[in-house]
């Protein structure tokens, strides 16, 4: 079952917004600075694109609802960020090869899990040759029904990505979301060129 995200956006309907960047991510980077341009997939109200800009990268929020993205372009700016209107699996052709990075959290899980491999062409799509791609993977969600986050196995990861990037790193992050603490894995993967 899919999920009306705009619709959702619209009602403030967002239980997954926690109001400031994915604890992941800041402990990523306060032990590697990240540069460069970005793409942050399917950003919500962009806590994580704002992140990202603050510390110098150039930075792309893109989400399909369009709710969400005008809550995003309503925070002061911070840095080098803008935001997108898109469907991840329909982005402007521009985009394509234009990114060092795409940072990814709770897009995945959001999509239907038939779509995991459009979602994996759509990022090594965009990203630049060599590229890479900083991920949270929610492992073991707590609800595990029929509509998102939809969990992801480990050995699913490594099937779905193999055949367009190379995993670099995979580790269990120390800081988690209240609640989220054990169900996640980051991972870093290298766009194969
Ligand atoms: C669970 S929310 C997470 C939002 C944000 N990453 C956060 O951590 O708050 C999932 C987001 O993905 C967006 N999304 C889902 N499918 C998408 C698609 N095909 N293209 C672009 N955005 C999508 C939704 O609109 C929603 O904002």
Redesign the pocket.
Known sequence: MGLD?EQRYQSLDTP??KGKA?PGLLEFLSNHPLSGKILV?????G??VRALSQQGCQVVG????PS?IAAAQSFPTVGDETYLI????NLPKELDSSFDWVWE???FC??APEQRPNYVKSVATVLKRSGKLLAVFFVNPPNQGNG??YGVKVNELDELFAPHFTLLEDWQPAQAYPGWEGRERMRLLQKND
């Open positions: 995200w997954w917004d994915t997939v399917g950003c919500g109200y806590h994580d893109v989400d399909f609802a969400a898109a469907d991840i699996f959290h709770t897009c959001a999509i998102p986050p």
